[in-house]
């Protein structure tokens, strides 16, 4: 048996120029130049070992899972459940069924505001707490149930580094709270919120915490038990797996307490035309046929990153956050849209008389791939008075040669609107 000590053991010592080795995609050319990706915090790329699970599932095991009982049916409802034991074990669920597969961190917000709706957990007049740096995922879902009734969104507002203000979210919270809802790591920030904190504070007064772990689970250790939160949501593409599969990961509690709210095959155990009866978690939750390779793709990604220390991938990704922010502040008229202290390896910047989207187009040109845009975060780019900006998200395949050649990619966008 494979001890805990053995497994850390294990572990392989983190090299980039070994590990870039294990995403094909990164030795493309683009433009004729080597491609340099920095839009990781849009969607990451994946290591061979991913896309091998999900040629070999359509190779050799393909069939439809839970039904059958044949030879293939069961590798493929094996392979599928398994993957969802592996979750549970990457983010220390307590059981395997309260990991819900859903199609990402979309889907799962949708999900739980939806199932809440339906069961009545909101009476008219009730709150939940959002932030003010919610990706539109955490935003739109809510208003969705307010079109159907009362219920208030409150927002917890942030300072000019883009952090927020505590004080001011304890003083949100009132007798009629019914949720607190927050993003772990700013996708258009990259701003690491104190969520430990947040949780506290909400629990002291009986209030259910979702986080949305969309960009917290690619760059974080997640211990859900440590975090002590009653949902996180995240998606498999930006944590080297396919698109398409997600997980909505629930305490028992509240997903026992919770109605399904989509209905079809797979989430029954008796039906007839007078009443249905469900199955049970997490089954209860996955009406139809699933996205049976995008869970198998997930568990290799999540074998693919438990060869690393994840705490030695962390810390790599500090040193380029560090490196990137260094350089890009001598660059003249470029300032940082999100300053936080406890921050993640994203930045957004804008450059003094130049839009946004020019310099996405003309760094294009040189093969560096960056987002620009408003990131789904419309509110943030009001509150910090942009209509955009560009963003330069890292990953531990990233290297300081790549962001020289961004810094080098923005000096000639200087230089053309000069
Ligand atoms: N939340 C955050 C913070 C995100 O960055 C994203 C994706 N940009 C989402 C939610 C939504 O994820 P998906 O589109 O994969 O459902």
Not at 134 to 153: A, G, T
Not at 208 to 215: E, F, M, N, T
Not at 379 to 388: K, T
Request: contains cysteine.
């Amino acid at each position: 048996m494979l001890n805990i000590e053995n497994h850390i053991a294990v572990k392989k010592k983190f090299n980039v120029e070994e590990v870039r080795k294990d995403f094909p995609i990164l030795k493309r050319l683009v433009n004729g130049k080597p491609l340099v990706y920095l839009d990781n915090a849009a969607t990451t790329q994946k290591p061979q070992t991913v896309i091998d699970s999900l040629n070999h599932y359509y190779n050799y095991d393909n069939a439809n899972i839970h039904r059958g009982l044949y030879f293939l049916s069961e590798i493929a409802t094996e392979s599928y459940e398994n993957a969802r034991l592996k979750i549970k074990e990457f983010i220390n669920a307590i059981s395997s069924s309260e990991v819900v597969f859903v199609r990402g961190a979309t889907e799962a917000i949708n999900l739980v505001s939806n199932s809440f709706y339906m069961g009545k957990y909101f009476n008219d007049g009730d709150e939940i707490i959002i932030s003010a740096m919610e990706h539109h995922s955490n935003i739109v879902p809510w208003q969705l149930i307010q079109n159907r009734m009362d219920l208030k969104i409150k927002v917890i507002p942030m300072n000019d580094a883009g952090e927020l203000d505590i004080e001011a979210y304890e003083k949100l919270i009132s007798p009629k709270t019914k949720l607190v809802s927050v993003v772990y790591i700013s996708n258009s920030l990259g701003t690491v919120n104190p969520v430990k904190k947040i949780i506290e504070i909400a629990h002291k007064n009986n209030v259910p915490v979702l986080l949305d772990g969309a960009q917290a689970v690619p760059h974080l250790k997640i211990d859900v038990q440590d975090l002590d939160c009653d949902f996180l949501v995240f998606s498999g593409h930006k944590v080297f797996g396919p698109t398409g599969i997600g997980v909505l990961y629930g305490k028992t509690e509240f997903l026992e307490m919770m109605p399904p709210y989509q209905g079809g095959g797979d989430m029954i155990r008796t039906v007839s035309f007078e009443k249905t009866t469900f199955d049970d978690l997490p089954h209860k939750f996955e009406a139809g046929t699933p996205n049976i390779a995008g869970g198998i793709g997930f568990a290799a990604a999540i074998d693919y990153l438990n060869q690393f220390d994840r705490d030695e991938l962390t810390g790599y990704e500090k040193i380029l956050l560090d490196y990137a922010t260094e350089k890009l502040l001598q660059i003249d008229g470029l300032k940082i849209i999100g300053t936080a202290k406890d921050k993640a390896s994203v930045i957004s910047f804008v450059i003094e008389g130049i839009h946004p989207y020019d310099i996405g187009t003309i760094i294009d040109t040189d093969g560096i791939a960056i987002r620009t845009g408003h990131h789904c975060t419309q509110p943030v780019m009001a509150r910090f008075n942009v209509p955009a900006t560009a963003r330069a998200s890292f990953s531990f395949y990233n290297t300081k040669e790549e962001i020289d050649k961004l810094v080098a990619g923005l000096n000639k966008v200087k230089k053309m609107f000069a």
